[in-house]
């Protein structure tokens, strides 16, 4: 890495880097030779500062010693070169991250992804602006922006969304039944509070018929979750799922990880009472109902699991003592004998509590938290409780792009009829001829532990992976 880079997050919280220039009125910049003019003197000093507010036409140039503002849409600057200057192009959205300046590209894609491509490639960005793009014009975006970025400590992201692109971007989509998907869109519209839901998925009906298409892009989550638009199916009411199915008489075929969230915190925490479930193949949330209704383990209810599993997953994700305490009291248990099972839960898992302190503090210190590749995400200071679910959200997102980059190769090089068909989070679905169902199973279960293994490689595997097999989506879990 170069001496004279610049740490986006370092220049974001230094005063120093960016004190002079703000002292000093911003020059007018409206054509190529007068910006040409002010950065010449850069090549051979350390990089100027390219800020660019998402919700404004300008974008602002910081040099050591003078604040330069260039209309991007000025018709001079549609061909401007800015490739020979030693330029580090950070992002200020006050909207989202009040005046926090991030890396371009770390921060929220699509937004990022418009601007930069309008300062650099002089793209028209009305078209982007107008609605929702085009998952390839999207993509393509995304990867031209990744390439910018040669010194950003997120450029394996990007090599890592480049490489997956072959297999997520066009989508085999679903064979939908629609006499089956009326009526449970009849039956969902029974309860008024799903007025919205039943009008959106109508009007979705109306428009695609028979087939809902599918392709993934990046979403406007920071830590990196994939979405699926028009239709955004892997938002629809789980309900509706039953009336979609494999296409051309073609079964589908889910693999999820076992409680995968859970145990990304356990490997990373390294807290023996939190990892023993996965290390002696216990329920994980049986543990948890433990400590919250004291009893063992085997006279637990399903219904009490159940809870349990509610409170942890929000315990583990950054909901504060009010939000579990109001949890526990609405299924009827007694909420403080629940809430002192919480304290002793915390207390026994010090080296989880510990680390968690640890993912607060350095969003509040640095402004990021990272995930177990090292990919920075950035975070307000006030969001500081969301750190642990960020971190392990995105090291989520980073497996199963892995293991899609590994089967989309395994299926190609076996010339199998499959296609992977979906991510849902944590289970990849895959359309595959019944012919060949078994094989694209075993695949999927090899890819998705290689994949996991190699982030985790201390991780226990056993009881890792669930199977399911069925032409309908809704019947896959």
Same mark, same amino acid.
């Given at each position: 890495?170069?001496?004279?880079?610049? %740490?986006?997050?370092?220049?974001?919280?230094?005063?120093?880097?960016?004190?002079?220039?703000?002292?000093?009125?911003?020059?007018?910049?409206?054509?190529?030779?007068?910006?040409?003019?002010?950065?010449?003197?850069?090549?051979?000093?350390?990089?100027?500062?390219?800020?660019?507010?998402?919700?404004?036409?300008?974008?602002?140039?910081?040099?050591?010693?003078?604040?330069?503002?260039?209309?991007?849409?000025?018709?001079?600057?549609?061909?401007?070169?800015?490739?020979?200057?030693?330029?580090?192009?950070?992002?200020? %959205?006050?909207?989202?991250?009040?005046?926090?300046?991030?890396?371009?590209?770390?921060?929220?894609?699509?937004?990022?992804?418009?601007?930069?491509?309008?300062?650099?490639? *002089?793209?028209?960005?009305?078209?982007?602006?107008?609605?929702?793009?085009?998952?390839?014009?999207?993509? @393509?975006?995304?990867?031209?922006?990744?390439?910018?970025?040669?010194?950003?400590?997120?450029?394996?992201?990007?090599?890592?969304?480049?490489?997956?692109?072959?297999?997520?971007?066009?989508?085999?989509?679903?064979?939908?039944?629609?006499?089956?998907?009326?009526?449970?869109?009849?039956?969902?519209?029974?309860?008024?509070?799903?007025?919205?839901?039943? @009008?959106?998925?109508?009007?979705?009906?109306?428009?695609?018929?028979?087939?809902?298409?599918?392709?993934?892009?990046?979403? *406007?989550?920071?830590?990196?979750?994939?979405?699926?638009?028009?239709?955004?199916?892997?938002?629809?009411?789980?309900?509706?799922?039953?009336?979609?199915?494999?296409? *051309?008489?073609?079964?589908?075929?889910?693999?999820?990880?076992?409680?995968?969230?859970?145990?990304?915190?356990?490997?990373?925490?390294?807290?023996?009472?939190?990892?023993?479930?996965?290390?002696?193949?216990? %329920?994980?949330?049986?543990?948890?109902?433990?400590?919250?209704?004291?009893?063992?383990?085997?006279?637990?209810?399903?219904?009490?699991?159940?809870?349990?599993?509610?409170?942890?997953?929000?315990?583990?994700? *950054?909901?504060?003592?009010?939000?579990?305490?109001?949890?526990?009291?609405?299924?009827?248990?007694?909420?403080?004998?629940?809430?002192?099972?919480?304290?002793?839960?915390?207390?026994?898992?010090?080296?989880?509590?510990?680390?968690?302190?640890?993912?607060?503090?350095?969003?509040?210190?640095?402004?990021?938290?990272?995930?177990?590749?090292?990919?920075?995400?950035?975070?307000?200071?006030?969001?500081?409780?969301?750190?642990?679910?960020?971190?392990? @959200?995105?090291?989520?997102?980073?497996?199963?792009?892995?293991?899609?980059?590994?089967?989309?190769?395994?299926?190609?090089?076996?010339?199998?009829?499959?296609?992977?068909?979906?991510?849902?989070? %944590?289970?990849?679905?895959?359309?595959?001829?019944?012919?060949?169902?078994?094989?694209?199973?075993?695949?999927?279960?090899?890819?998705?532990?290689?994949?996991?293994?190699?982030?985790?490689?201390?991780?226990?595997?056993?009881?890792?992976?669930?199977?399911?097999?069925?032409?309908?989506?809704?019947?896959?879990?």
């Amino acid at each position: 890495m170069p001496e004279n880079y610049l %740490d986006p997050f370092d220049f974001a919280t230094s005063d120093s880097c960016h004190a002079a220039p703000q002292r000093q009125s911003a020059l007018q910049i409206k054509t190529q030779e007068s910006l040409h003019e002010h950065l010449g003197s850069l090549k051979e000093k350390t990089p100027a500062v390219i800020k660019m507010p998402l919700n404004s036409k300008m974008m602002e140039i910081a040099l050591p010693d003078k604040r330069l503002t260039v209309n991007r849409y000025f018709s001079a600057m549609k061909d401007i070169d800015l490739s020979p200057y030693p330029l580090r192009y950070i992002v200020s %959205d006050s909207y989202a991250y009040r005046d926090r300046l991030l890396d371009v590209g770390i921060d929220r894609p699509v937004d990022s992804i418009r601007i930069m491509d309008a300062v650099l490639h *002089g793209k028209d960005i009305d078209r982007f602006a107008k609605g929702e793009p085009r998952a390839e014009d999207m993509m @393509t975006l995304f990867l031209q922006l990744g390439s910018q970025l040669s010194r950003s400590p997120n450029v394996p992201w990007y090599q890592l969304l480049r490489d997956a692109q072959p297999y997520i971007g066009s989508l085999p989509g679903f064979h939908v039944d629609t006499k089956k998907f009326t009526e449970i869109l009849v039956e969902i519209g029974k309860d008024e509070n799903q007025a919205n839901t039943v @009008t959106l998925w109508t009007d979705t009906l109306r428009q695609y018929g028979d087939h809902f298409p599918a392709a993934l892009i990046p979403g *406007g989550t920071i830590h990196g979750r994939l979405t699926a638009k028009k239709p955004a199916i892997l938002s629809m009411d789980a309900r509706l799922r039953k009336g979609l199915y494999a296409n *051309g008489g073609n079964t589908l075929t889910g693999v999820d990880f076992h409680q995968m969230q859970p145990r990304i915190i356990a490997e990373r925490c390294k807290d023996p009472i939190f990892r023993g479930p996965f290390v002696d193949r216990r %329920d994980y949330y049986r543990v948890w109902a433990s400590f919250i209704f004291a009893k063992p383990e085997a006279e637990i209810s399903g219904e009490e699991r159940s809870i349990a599993k509610a409170v942890a997953l929000h315990w583990l994700f *950054g909901q504060g003592k009010e939000n579990l305490s109001k949890l526990v009291e609405e299924t009827g248990y007694d909420k403080d004998a629940a809430m002192e099972g919480i304290r002793n839960f915390e207390t026994a898992c010090s080296k989880l509590r510990t680390w968690k302190m640890q993912l607060e503090a350095s969003v509040r210190r640095r402004g990021y938290v990272e995930t177990v590749s090292g990919r920075r995400i950035p975070m307000r200071k006030e969001d500081a409780w969301l750190a642990m679910n960020y971190s392990t @959200t995105g090291t989520e997102v980073e497996i199963m792009l892995h293991a899609i980059m590994k089967l989309g190769k395994r299926l190609k090089e076996e010339a199998l009829d499959a296609r992977i068909s979906l991510l849902v989070y %944590d289970e990849l679905i895959v359309e595959t001829a019944l012919a060949c169902q078994t094989r694209v199973e075993a695949l999927m279960t090899e890819c998705l532990t290689e994949a996991f293994h190699e982030m985790l490689p201390d991780a226990p595997m056993d009881n890792l992976l669930e199977v399911h097999a069925d032409p309908c989506w809704g019947n896959l879990k």
